[in-house]
């Protein structure tokens, strides 16, 4: 499967950004979708995920309230909806697919099996 992520640009402090994430060339419903980011000289980090079977949805603690994902199983998109931004949250974001992943393994960047080519967000003071 192939994924493109759009949707970044700038943005000030407490706007709003929806990331898109398109699949193509496999079926969508089979695969979970995660949101990470990486910041400049950090680590890339989780931020959202949406399993396969049932669609439920986990987030990385700190995010949670904030960000939302969601998915459309028709257009193969993955959303990324990211409210009241903070200059902290500025970082490339990637979005990632797997097949076989397992809870215990979903924040975990390595585990994930196909990545997009990502998408900066920036948020000014």
């Known amino acids: 499967v192939q994924l493109q992520a759009s949707g970044g640009g700038l943005v000030q402090a407490g706007g709003s950004l929806r990331l898109s994430c398109v699949a193509s060339g496999g079926t969508f419903r089979v695969y979970s979708i995660g949101w990470f980011r990486q910041a400049p000289g950090k680590e890339r980090e989780f931020v959202a995920g949406?399993?396969?079977?049932?669609?439920?949805?986990h987030y990385a603690d700190s995010l949670k309230g904030r960000f939302t994902i969601s998915r459309d199983i028709p257009k193969s998109t993955t959303y990324l909806q990211m409210n009241s931004l903070k200059p902290e949250d500025t970082a490339i974001y990637y979005c990632?697919?797997?097949?076989?992943?397992?809870?215990?393994?979903?924040?975990?960047?390595?585990?994930?099996?196909?990545w997009g080519q990502g998408t900066q967000v920036t948020v000014s003071s």
């Open positions: 949406i399993r396969r079977n049932g669609g439920t949805t």
């Open positions: 990632a697919a797997s097949s076989g992943i397992i809870l215990s393994q979903l924040r975990i960047a390595s585990s994930w099996e196909h």
